[in-house]
């Protein structure tokens, strides 16, 4: 897709959020040559922070393709942001079809017409204590197996550091600025799955590896192995502890995860890319 496809409403999200991401972070953008130069194709990516969306549409406006996002569309209904996210061309949900793969069908539409979908698998925040990628929704690899486009695996670190997961009073820390690391990997090859029925098994079987490929990307980011085991934050918050409610069993390991992380990651710094 040219930079000339992009259209009104992205251009302008994009004057009005660039400057403020290039005053408050530095930028070290890895990985731009994976990002295919046409055809529709699905992004993956990790999501630690309620500021990383912008850094990876900043990464991604940079190569010329710019993302569509997954939101309900009951967003797209009416108002300002009903306008915004029409304009934009970002990628409605119909969470009420009676199929599974029904429920992405704007999803396969848009890939179809050479759009790039993105998606992020873990469906929410990662409540992982170390920050890495939780285990992953199966909605990505559904939607994979049925177009068969290209998956390009995307990591990012450094938002986090300055907007953490579920940030409480004086946990926003803008100064020193941080960088932002986004870096995107080479497809992933699932043509193993290709003609298979798309069952529990298998659908669960590819999103691991999509998973893998994010975290490993997160990993060489971060210069540090990953845990040998994937988070699950519902069997965690579904598994009473002592009698206590799931909400405060919580909180104990995302304050950990945030002691622990409040500092860049070896290998941090990097050249910087407007």
């Not at 029904?102 to 990662?126: H, S």
Request: proline share 9%; charged share 25%; net charge positive.
């Amino acid at each position: 897709m040219s930079r000339r496809r992009i259209g009104f409403w992205y251009r302008l999200a994009a004057v009005l959020l660039k400057p403020p991401l290039l005053v408050f972070f530095k930028r070290d953008w890895r990985g731009m040559e994976h990002i295919p130069e046409k055809d529709g194709f699905i992004t993956v990516v990790n999501h630690n922070s309620a500021v990383d969306p912008l850094s990876y549409a900043h990464f991604q406006y940079n190569t010329g393709r710019v993302p569509r996002f997954l939101a309900k569309v009951s967003l797209f209904k009416s108002g300002f942001v009903g306008t915004a996210m029409r304009g934009t061309g970002q990628i409605p949900v119909f969470r009420e079809s009676k199929d599974a793969i029904g429920a992405f069908r704007a999803a396969v539409e848009a890939i179809n017409k050479g759009e790039c979908v993105a998606f992020y698998p873990e469906g929410t925040l990662t409540r992982e204590p170390g920050m890495w990628p939780m285990k992953g929704k199966t909605g990505a690899a559904r939607v994979a197996l049925e177009t068969r486009a290209p998956v390009i695996p995307v990591a990012q670190w450094g938002a986090n550091l300055a907007v953490p997961p579920y940030p409480k009073r004086g946990e926003i820390k803008l100064f020193p600025r941080k960088t932002l690391i986004v870096k995107a990997g080479p497809p992933i090859d699932l043509s193993e799955f290709y003609g298979k029925e798309p069952t529990a098994a298998v659908l669960r079987e590819v999103t691991d590896r999509i998973m893998d490929e994010i975290t490993a990307l997160l990993s060489e980011i971060r210069g540090e192995p990953a845990p040998t085991e994937r988070y699950d934050h519902r069997a965690t918050e579904q598994r009473p502890q002592d009698g206590v409610p799931p909400q405060q069993q919580a909180e104990p390991a995302q304050q950990a995860g945030r002691a622990q992380h409040d500092t860049a990651p070896p290998g941090g710094a990097g050249g910087e890319n407007a």
